[in-house]
């Protein structure tokens, strides 16, 4: 595998492992920001007013048992003849990728809403705060760690389910698993393992720095 | 759906799906038994928990699919040998587990342990009698986790070939061919939602106090 490494032919070029990592973060980028875009919202709303709490613990729970290698086949199936070029694939992944990650975001969010110490609130209230004011300026910033663990099983689950998307074609680093498979180059298959590994954990690694330096000091009591 | 071919096939998919139940269930089982000593032990002392629920939590990140390729590595057993699925997932199951089981034993009252000790417990029984027994809502709620992911990522191991339902999947794209599809992802949820049901059951059935429990 030290060979496979040392080999400058596999990292330079359109199907390199550079190439390939950065296909890998765009795809997953993509999909975090859909998924970001649906749940945060949801979840704030649903923490706020306490509204509907059953029904996205429901949907999380029935999002969890459903198989993606099974969702992103019958996508592709589906939407294969809608796309012409990639999009046949590229679509169909991408909306498995951001159907995956909504539900840790999702719940995030309002578990940490719904645990903001009441007695902020309700000091804000009396300051004169009105309620979009209450959301944004206290429940939200005191809902960060929640949403920020939510936010990150959410990009593991899209890192890791984008790597089994190799299988009906996209790019990424899934593509050394997939591939090495099917020409049966073993050490290529471990290569790109190694490789999925070392970014998820890279990955996590930011979202830990980046929920570091904006949860507010006062909450982790790190004053 | 064609279930002219669902008939036809009916034996294979069902070798799959006792293949596809074997395979979520057995780690998980093997997990929770290696999760009670060791989250036990995290509980217990502080220097523990960090180090265990750190290197559980980096477990928990490496992607199914990677973890399945690096295995045979590790074992030295052929890339298509069932048992690196089922190592992979039994170092999902206990990676969750570990954290649970501690959080579990964490969250028996203090007075109940006062109490046990006043009551002559020494620190085994103690905890076989008193500490397990109350948390086992707290347990069963991450095996519910365990037991319902696993059923889902099972099923990416259709691409090294070890056998279960997600071989409905490849071989639906290869022929183009949707009702294989279908019939392997209802076959995932209900797997997932008996499982999940069994669990909810036996913890109902350990947790007669708990609203809604078993009569006693």
Not at chain 1, 31 to 36: D, G, H, K, Q, V
Not at chain 1, 118 to 136: C, E, H, N, S, W
Not at chain 2, 104 to 129: K, T, W
Request: proline share 6%; with cysteine.
């Amino acid at each position: 595998m030290i060979a496979w490494f040392s080999d400058p032919t596999h990292w330079t070029g359109s199907d390199g492992v550079f190439a390939l990592v950065i296909q890998h973060l765009i795809y997953s980028g993509v999909a975090l920001f859909f998924a970001c875009l649906i749940g945060l919202p949801i979840g704030l709303y649903v923490g706020h007013t306490g509204r509907g709490v059953v029904l996205i613990a429901g949907l999380a729970n029935a999002l969890r048992s459903l198989p993606s290698l099974g969702l992103i086949v019958l996508l592709v199936i589906l939407f294969g003849p809608v796309f012409t070029s990639d999009m046949a694939f590229i679509v169909p992944s991408i909306i498995v990728l951001v159907l995956l990650a909504v539900p840790p975001i999702m719940s995030g969010t309002y578990a940490g809403v719904a645990a903001v110490d009441p007695a902020a609130v309700d000091a804000a209230r009396g300051m004169g705060k009105r309620p979009l004011d209450i959301l944004f300026d206290v429940e939200l910033p005191c809902a960060l760690p929640l949403i920020f663990s939510g936010l990150r099983s959410a990009t593991l689950q899209i890192i890791s389910t984008a790597t089994i998307a190799a299988y009906v074609s996209l790019g990424g680093l899934g593509r050394l698993i997939i591939d090495g498979r099917a020409q049966n180059d073993y050490y290529q298959m471990a290569a790109g393992a190694v490789l999925v590994g070392a970014l998820a954990l890279l990955v996590d690694l930011a979202i830990g720095i980046l929920s570091r330096l904006t949860v507010s000091p006062g909450l982790t009591r790190r004053l | 759906m064609r279930f002219d071919w669902l008939y036809r096939e009916s034996g294979r998919i069902a070798e799959l799906f006792l293949w596809h139940l074997g395979l979520s269930v057995i780690p998980v089982v093997i997990g929770l038994l290696l999760a009670l000593p060791l989250g036990w032990l995290a509980q217990r002392a502080g220097f523990f928990r960090s180090t265990l629920l750190g290197a559980a939590g980096l477990l928990y990140t490496i992607p199914s699919l990677a973890l399945f390729v690096l295995l045979p590595l590790v074992l030295g057993t052929r890339i298509l040998d069932p048992m690196n699925v089922v190592v992979a997932l039994t170092v999902y199951a206990l990676a969750l587990l570990v954290r649970t089981v501690s959080d579990g034993l964490e969250s028996v009252p203090p007075d109940v342990i006062q109490a046990a000790n006043a009551m002559g417990y020494r620190r085994l029984p103690r905890l076989f009698v008193v500490e397990l027994p109350l948390a086992v809502p707290v347990i069963a709620a991450g095996l519910r986790v365990a037991v319902v992911s696993n059923v889902s990522i099972v099923s990416v191991a259709a691409l090294i070939g070890t056998p279960q339902l997600g071989l409905l999947f490849t071989q639906g794209l290869q022929l183009r061919f949707l009702t294989p599809i279908i019939a392997g992802i209802v076959l995932c949820v209900l797997l997932a939602a008996l499982l999940d049901g069994l669990v909810l059951f036996a913890a109902k059935r350990m947790t007669p106090w708990q609203p809604g429990g078993a009569e006693r």
